[in-house]
Nanobody
Framework: QVQLVESGGGLVQPGGSLRLSCAAS????????MGWYRQAPGMQRELVAA???????DYADSVKGRFSISRDNAKNTVYLQMNGLKPEDTAVYYC??????WGQGTQVTVSS
């Protein structure tokens, strides 16, 4: 069983930045593909970014060039650096491990 705890969400103005963190415990973090997903009200949950155990990354077209996913295996943590935030980035952001385990989510609100 893997536990995931997200942090770093909040309220930010358009054009601003946030860094989300997801701390994992209870598994072998370095072996897992890690992903960040988001779900806006009334919308389906969607993949934002993913990073494999080997460090390969993948991004949704809507965030390419603005968001960056990274991992620190020594700290069992995955990060999502979000720059150039837009109101349409407003959502609950979830961390996922190995396409199996989910965190509880952290709210990101982009508004002036």
């Amino acid at each position: 069983q893997v536990q995931l705890v997200e942090s770093g969400g909040g309220l930010v103005q358009p054009g601003g930045s946030l860094r989300l963190s997801c701390a994992a415990s209870g598994g072998i973090f370095s072996m897992y593909t890690m992903g960040w997903y988001r779900q806006a009200p009334g919308m389906q949950r969607e993949l934002v970014a993913a990073i494999s155990s080997g460090g390969d990354t993948d991004y949704a077209d809507s965030v390419k060039g603005r968001f960056s996913i990274s991992r620190d295996n020594a700290k069992n943590t995955v990060y999502l650096q979000m720059n150039g935030l837009k109101p349409e980035d407003t959502a609950v952001y979830y961390c996922r491990a190995s396409r199996t385990w989910w965190g509880q989510g952290t709210q990101v609100t982009v508004s002036s």
